[in-house]
């Protein structure tokens, strides 16, 4: 069973770097089941290449069930389990990537936090729920799926289709990131796995699907099959991941929020956000306006003071943010006409939503900050792809300017919940990116007074499409 991994990042050899595995040696690992081999199949720095190879004994394989199958039945030798991937994956990859899937990387960590571009393709896995199952595990965390099924037999199409399948999975993240999704969500495609499931595996599940598991859209599904026939060890999962989900996000969001207010508050430098974001919708004639992250209402209330926005749409993840917004900008107590212009909206950037299709513009101010790498790639998708508005004005802070905020530790982020911060090149890296593959083109825009040396405070980026 074979998995390849491939980016066309530049330098591409970094890849070898982020596996610390050499790219031009050959890495092999003795395992319970067989053997594991890390090899490079190309390295340039165009594009490279690793592969894991998984060498499965089925004898020792047997051998090592402890008392199953004590009848000695012809299926302990003959099955699909040499040649699938599956558990045996997550096995091998805890081997030869561990420390790759815990993000750690002692002389460039910048390298391990940065997302780029990856492709991983699966040669064969086994899934018998379709590949309708396939899709719901990957596309909502921001893959591009590719899914052929392969025939029972090719000789005897009478036969029909297998429960085999060719995958490839293509998005920008994190390396760590893809890797602990491939170790969570490939055994749960055919939901059997080749060792006793117990309490750890609970713990496992838990530390892999971090920062990406609890707001999975089909998140039951995934640890129902992670932990087959364990129906008390899934409910305890699921409670905990619950239990994650229930702690009040939005009272932290606040407190973290006005700590960034007040260091900002000198330059006074949301309100020149706003105004900037305004003026680059104005100048972009647009008419029907998203705000998306939009918080308490602070965009909300200088675009309705704009009247050539004839509609303009709110929305928020947090529910509690929204009523926040509503009774600051006093919507019950709003004129008629100008109430018709204003929608809030209770959604998130994470799935694609119909009603944000059809818009002139959308503004995501101090947004994509707050996302993880999984959620970025899906942030991605949602707008540039599916609402595709002519124009998307995003703003985020420049990691540069922190060095001019006296209160501000050395090498702490503005705000806590931030998941990065980037710096001027990063933002227009992934800009043009985006612009490349959405298409779109790009202009960088300075908010705020710009230093010499360290730029502006914010960077903003204006998205035109076509």
Same mark, same amino acid.
């Given at each position: ?61 047997? @051998?090592?069930? @402890? ?106 993240? @994190? ?176 799935? @694609? ?114």
């Amino acid at each position: 069973m074979l998995l390849t991994l491939t980016t066309t990042h530049n330098p591409a050899t970094d890849l070898g770097y982020l596996l610390h595995k050499n790219p031009a040696k050959l890495h092999s690992f003795e395992l319970s089941f067989g053997k594991a081999h890390v090899f490079y199949p190309e390295a340039n720095t165009e594009r490279c290449t690793a592969a894991l190879l998984l060498d499965v004994d089925p004898v020792g394989l047997v @051998r090592g069930k @402890r008392g199953q199958h004590e009848g000695g039945t012809l299926d302990q030798y003959v099955n699909d389990r040499p040649y699938v991937l599956s558990s045996f994956l997550s096995v091998a990859m805890g081997s030869a990537f561990g420390t790759a899937m815990s993000g750690r990387s002692k002389g460039r960590q910048e390298l391990a936090d940065l997302p780029i571009p990856l492709t991983a393709n699966l040669t064969v896995v086994a899934c018998r729920a379709g590949e309708g199952l396939i899709r719901e595990l990957f596309e909502p965390l921001g893959y591009s799926v590719v899914a052929q099924q392969h025939p029972l037999d090719e000789k005897f199409p009478e036969w029909g289709e297998g429960p085999y399948y060719s995958v490839v999975l293509a998005g920008t993240f @994190r390396l760590q990131d893809l890797l602990n999704h491939l170790y969570v969500l490939v055994p749960v495609l055919d939901a059997e796995k080749h060792y006793w499931i117990g309490q750890d595996e609970v713990e496992k599940l838990l530390r892999k699907g971090e920062g990406w598991l609890g707001s999975h859209p089909h998140k039951e599904t995934i640890v129902k099959r992670y932990l087959p026939r364990q129906r008390q060890l899934a409910r305890e999962a699921l409670a905990r991941l619950t239990e994650e989900d229930n702690l009040d996000p939005d009272a932290t969001e606040e407190a973290h929020a006005e700590q960034e207010t007040k260091m900002e508050e000198p330059i006074r430098l949301w309100q020149q956000r706003m105004g900037a974001v305004v003026a680059v919708l104005r100048s972009a004639e647009a008419k029907r306006v998203l705000d998306l992250g939009c918080g308490e209402g602070k965009l909300l209330r200088v675009l309705l003071e704009e009247k050539s926005f004839t509609e303009i749409v709110g929305m928020d993840v947090s529910y509690r943010s929204l009523e926040i917004a509503s009774q600051r900008l006093k919507l019950d107590r709003m004129p008629t006409k100008q109430k018709e212009r204003l929608k809030l909206m209770h959604g998130s950037l994470m799935y @694609r939503d119909n009603r944000l299709s059809g818009y002139d513009a959308a503004a995501v101010v101090e947004v994509i900050e707050h996302l993880d790498a999984p959620r970025l790639a899906a942030f991605e998708r949602v707008l540039f792809e599916a609402a595709h508005p002519k124009t998307i004005v995003v703003t985020t802070p420049n990691a540069e300017y922190n060095v001019k905020f006296d209160t501000l530790p050395a090498g702490q982020l503005r705000h806590k919940d931030h998941r990065f911060e980037w710096t001027r090149e990063q933002f227009q890296q992934w800009s043009g990116r985006i612009s490349v593959r959405f298409g779109y083109s790009v202009r960088f825009l300075p908010v705020g007074e710009e230093d010499p040396q360290v730029g502006a405070p914010t960077q903003m980026g204006v998205f035109s499409a076509g």
